[in-house]
């Protein structure tokens, strides 16, 4: 149990969700146990949109147990906001991304494939800032030997990948299975740090997250990301939202490294990490541009990318990695404490049945919904 929290357990400011028998609650975990404190925030959105986050995390609540007691009955830490997800963000990951879109998908060509590019390419991308004139000149010179590709625009070039991951509501949280679709046979993790985000553009806090993604999918087509990505049970986030605060910042994001262990139910182990230092653009700079010119009332969450491709042969040698029913995934990193979830497929898992409309029925019914928030007047636009 002790290692779901951060290295300095209930420290920092942490809040998450348990599903309770009247429904789905708030919750802040402290050294004294886990508080509801639904009634002071009926959701995450709420709280995370709050003039002080931390503040209303602090409110006294009902203590409902101990972490060991809620554990089994935790839900993905975030409710009403946008799942958005930042790709291509890592040199390594731009190369990965390459090869997909090279081998079409194809397996069995990965190995070959990486031996082209790194000819091809001739040069260090990790040492290339997006939209820089090095960058624009890299960028000639592959489109002259045609080579140029939707990857490395958004790779080098001045405008990032931002796409949307899921639905709100649609993310499952620690313990629970992670669904890849049942006619992939080339995917694989993603483990990554997962900013949260207020309706007007301020970090408040962050928490991990596996941006699970099909291989073979995107790589037959850039335009089937969002089969290769938005599948049911396909986004984990947790295990806590862990809010910004004198012992949590920004700074504590860009430095952190995370770990990624996967336990496979034919014995086969896997370990590697993501090292946020290593990262192409400043998070901030990733939120900016996320926000562009649209408007999240209820806020958004952002996955920052990965460095991590797990390329080891698994079975055949040249085939490298995918996933197999069973692996078990854990995602972790000291600040924030360790994701932990089982890989089934999108067809297996748990359907996903408890929407916004049924959050809203179940909140009013418990009245929990300000009389404020029941009559919000239709926008103009």
Known sequence: MAEILPEDGTAGTLIGRVQRKDGPSV????????????????TVADLCNAADPAALARTKGERIGSLEDVMPHLLAPIDLQAIKAAGVTFAVSLLERLIEEHAKGDLSRADQVRKELNSLIGADITTIKPGS?????????????????????????PYAEIFTKAPPMAAVGYGA????????????????????VSAKGAIVGATLGNDVNLRDMEGRSALLLGKAKDNNASCAIGPFVRLFDADFTLDDVRSAVVELEIAG?????????????????????LVRQAMSEHHYPDGFVLFLGTLFAPTDDRDEPGRGFTHKIGDEVRISTPKLGTLANVVATSRDAPPWTFGTRALMRNLAARGLLPETEKAIPCPTH
Do not use: C, H
């Open 265 to 285: 139910p034919d014995g086969f182990r896997l370990q590697g990490q993501s090292r946020m230092s290593e990262i192409s653009r400043d998070p901030e700079e």
């Open 177 to 196: 299975e992670i669904g890849i679709r049942s006619d992939s046979d080339w995917n694989n993790p993603e483990p990554e740090v997962t900013l949260v």
């Open 27 to 42: 919750v802040a975990v402290r050294a004294e146990g886990v508080f509801d404190i639904t009634a002071a925030a009926p």
């Open 133 to 157: 004139p090095e960058a624009e000149a890299l960028q000639k010179t592959l489109m002259a030997r045609g080579a140029w590709s939707p990857y490395l625009e958004v790779g080098i070039g």
